[in-house]
């Protein structure tokens, strides 16, 4: 069965035009794609507390995104002074990170004991501040998971495949720590 061009062109015009109707229809309810880069409230940030790959990986997106991070160890009061008494007027957000680890547990094994599989985490737990240390996020503990077979024959594939995994885990909490921070305003309170 042969079609004719007009007929092509026809369904063409008809699915681009509902294509379109389909996009107009996602970007009036809301609707953005994961891709896009969130637009941040704030220039400045400061980091406090443990270091690890997904606060690092944070530290260069927020980077990427215009703003300046500093490692810092300042401790700012009500006042917004830090412990020398300095206003740091420049510091728009003070992140505080207190977990940033990767875990690995088994969770099956053979009778003789040897592994079978593993649950790979990524936990990342931090919290948000203003310029005047007043908590503008509660506490937000993420935990992002994936399990992993396993065989000891080949531990260099598998070892290669658990780096994959927790690279990938980590790129998801960037972008799930990205999007929370677009949502923040430095001068908010916590609710």
């Known amino acids: 069965m042969k079609f004719s061009s007009s007929s092509n062109r026809t369904r063409r015009a ?59 160890a300042i401790t700012l009061n009500a006042s917004g002074t830090n412990a020398e008494g300095d206003a740091p007027s420049d510091i728009d957000l003070v992140i505080e990170v207190s977990v940033d680890q990767r875990e690995r547990q088994v969770v099956a094994s053979t009778i ?25 996020t509660p506490t937000i503990e ?7 077979s396993y065989q000891e024959s080949a531990v260099l594939s598998k070892s290669l495949e658990q780096d994959a995994i927790y690279d990938n885990l980590e790129a998801r909490m960037v972008a799930q720590v990205m999007r929370r921070l677009s949502a ?5 309170p916590a609710q």
Do not use: Y
């Not at 592994?115 to 908590?135: H, K």
């Not at 993420?142 to 992993?148: G, R, Y």
């Open 14 to 72: 008809c699915l681009s035009c509902g294509l379109v109707v389909l996009a107009l229809t996602l970007a009036g309810c809301g609707f953005q794609l994961r891709g896009a880069a969130p637009q941040l409230a704030f220039k400045q940030v400061a980091w406090r507390g443990v270091t690890g790959p997904v606060s690092n990986a944070v530290s260069e997106a927020l980077r990427s995104q215009g703003a300046d991070t500093t490692r810092s």
């Open 112 to 136: 003789a004991g040897q592994v079978r599989e593993l649950d790979l985490r990524v936990r990342f737990n931090w919290q948000a501040f203003n310029r005047t240390g007043q908590p503008i």
């Open 142 to 148: 993420m935990v992002l998971s994936q399990d992993l």
């Open 184 to 188: 923040l305003q430095p001068g908010a």
